[in-house]
């Protein structure tokens, strides 16, 4: 059946590109999830050992890196080499959460009025005027893994990283893992994000806003661009807020995942230029707002990759030569804040050339 419309050349050329499509991420795809798990398993061993000590000298710092269903909770992959693993922390006592938009993307943990300091599981990190400091919690844990970076079964392999207030490993001299001390805030949504989901468009539907919004955000103590150079104690005490378990929520079903896939893969070798202007993250933030562009389910159907491939490539380019990539909760946050002209300019040219051999030649991906 024709679609209305479309001619039989055109049915026949994206059937063609799908075809290539498919060929490419049950190859080349494959080959690279199955590379990454490997090192994923390589470093967690390395970083479970290292926490297993810090656990031994602080039992506050428990270690949330488990394995569930073959992955590990509450790992990222920033690059093939690069890593995030994210420690929850166990949040006693009562503290307020104060996002009143100071720093774009960060918020504070303040102690509600009346409580004692000393109800707090964390009380010594807990500055005169009541904020819970991510600086100084930050500070106290990378102590602790130094130390234990000495003592684990894997010291010939594992090096901290000097020259950072954050805890950055480098092992076998090949991976980095960040290790970022955190905070869950499940069932509860932050004023930041309070404009989303954009009411004139379907997507997300209400089910899925209302799982998202449950699903709520977490609060990483990391260094923000936004206070990069920044020494107020306000900024010392502002934790960043990440939103990736919603994120991942929103891109279940139809093929958003395949296509996050395909752009992580093309993103590797083709977008590896100095600066580092473009990360795994840009990519989804713009498949997300590529789902707002496209809201219909049918839209999404393993028959339209090529087209959706096309468009997040179109909005890269309009992004790098605009210098501005919304983060897709908190719009305030530019993403590419602090990446060299240099760099995007490096980047906006690759993403013409994939996006040009995408377009005209079908047999494409066999070179990219």
Not at 108 to 114: A, F, N, Q
Not at 222 to 237: F, R, T, V
Not at 333 to 362: C, H, Y
Request: with cysteine; net charge positive.
């Amino acid at each position: 059946m024709l679609l209305e419309g479309s001619s039989p050349e055109m049915l026949a050329a994206q059937s063609k590109l799908l075809f290539q499509l498919n060929k490419f991420y049950n190859e080349r795809v494959a080959a690279r999830k199955s590379n990454v798990n490997k090192t994923i398993r390589e470093v967690c061993k390395v970083v479970q050992d290292v926490l297993k000590e810090v656990e031994v000298q602080e039992p506050r710092f428990i270690s949330s890196l488990t394995e569930v269903n073959q992955r590990y909770e509450g790992l990222e992959v920033i690059s093939p080499t690069e890593f995030e693993v994210v420690l929850y922390l166990n949040q006693m006592g009562v503290f307020n959460f104060v996002d009143d938009g100071t720093i774009p993307g960060c918020s504070v943990l303040k102690l509600s009025d009346g409580r004692k300091r000393s109800m707090s599981l964390w009380v010594e990190f807990i500055t005169a005027s009541g904020y819970l400091s991510a600086r100084k919690i930050r500070s106290r844990f990378q102590t602790l893994v130094a130390q234990a970076v000495d003592k684990c079964s894997y010291r010939d392999v594992v090096k901290m990283i000097p020259d950072t207030t954050e805890v950055r490993l480098r092992i076998k001299e090949r991976f980095i893992v960040q290790i970022t001390p955190a905070f869950r805030c499940g069932g509860i949504w932050c004023r930041s994000a309070a404009h989303w989901p954009i009411p004139q468009i379907p997507w997300p539907n209400p089910n899925l806003v209302a799982e998202v919004k449950t699903e709520g955000f977490d609060l990483l103590s990391k260094e923000s661009i936004y206070m990069k150079d920044k020494q107020s104690a306000a900024e010392g005490d502002a934790w960043v807020m990440s939103f990736r378990y919603a994120e991942d929520r929103l891109l279940y079903g139809g093929c958003r995942r395949k296509c996050l896939s395909i752009l992580k893969a093309l993103k590797d070798k083709h977008f590896d230029v100095p600066g580092q202007p473009i990360l795994n993250y840009h990519m989804k933030t713009l498949l997300l707002y590529e789902c707002e562009k496209h809201p219909r389910e049918s839209e999404w159907d393993d028959t339209c990759l090529g087209d959706r491939l096309n468009g997040i490539l179109l909005q890269l380019i309009s992004c790098l030569q605009n210098r501005k990539c919304p983060h897709y909760f908190l719009p305030s946050v530019d993403l590419f804040k602090g990446k060299s002209t240099s760099g995007m300019d490096n980047a906006a040219k690759q993403a013409w050339r994939i996006l040009r051999e995408l377009l005209t030649n079908p047999r494409s991906l066999e070179r990219l």
